[in-house]
Structures are given as C-alpha cells and as structure tokens.
Nanobody, 126 residues
Framework: QEQLVESGGGLVQAGGSLSVSCVAF????????LGWFRQVEGKEREWLAAATSNGKKFYADSSRFTISRDNSDNAKNTVSLQMNSLKPEDTAVYYC???????????????????WGQGTQVTVSS
C-alpha cells in the first residue's frame, strides 16, 4: 500500500537546525516528484521545496532549506528537508507529498500532489 510517513519534527530554539524526513512506501513513487509543504492553522498550505526522480530540486527559498532525496531502494523513496537558522515563524505542521509524472512546472501548487503524509509538527521557540 502506498503511503508517505514523515518523521523528525520537534521543538528547537530559534537559530537552530532541524531535519524532517519522509519515507514514500511504494514503487509508484520511483517516478513521482516529492515535495515539502508546511501549514499553520488557519492559513493555506505553503510549498517549500521539491525533488524530482531524476535529481532536480526546486525551492521556494533555498537560503535556509535544503531538500535531499534517496532513490537507492526501489521499494521506497526517502526525502528529507534540512532546515537551518530556524525562526519562530517557521513553526508549523510540515507535510511531505508526492506528485505523479506530468506535474510540469506546477510543483509549487498543493493541488499538483495526490499523496500526502500525515504531517509532523515543528515548533521553534524564541
């Protein structure tokens, strides 16, 4: 069964770093783009970054966030988001998501993604 499972959220002080990871279980994801979003309650989901199956990476802001993807296991893909110089306004639930081939230039749009993880909370204290 295909599913995305995030891990690695938690509490960190402002200025610190944190990495969140997501395992996409299922061979279908070998050709999918994998992305990261975040959402604050009451606000729209915000796109952060995406990594395609052939190694391309895209960012909303690459100055503090770095996405990486591991395709070495055919049965699963792992995508991680390294976050540095965290600020209290980075506090949110972080979601990974998968977009089927044909996404074109729409990787920044939540509606492009058809599989979502359950989310992991990241809290940055001031």
């Amino acid at each position: 069964q295909e599913q995305l499972v995030e891990s690695g959220g938690g509490l960190v002080q402002a200025g610190g770093s944190l990495s969140v990871s997501c395992v996409a279980f299922g061979r279908i994801f070998n050709r999918y783009a994998l992305g990261w979003f975040r959402q604050v309650e009451g606000k729209e989901r915000e796109w952060l970054a995406a990594a395609t199956s052939n190694g391309k990476k895209f960012y909303a802001d690459s100055s503090r966030f770095t996405i990486s993807r591991d395709n070495s296991d055919n049965a699963k893909n792992t995508v991680s988001l390294q976050m540095n110089s965290l600020k209290p306004e980075d506090t949110a639930v972080y979601y990974c998501a998968a977009a089927a081939p044909g996404y074109g230039s729409r990787l920044s749009l939540a509606e492009t993604y058809d599989h979502w993880g359950q989310g992991t909370q990241v809290t940055v204290s001031s």
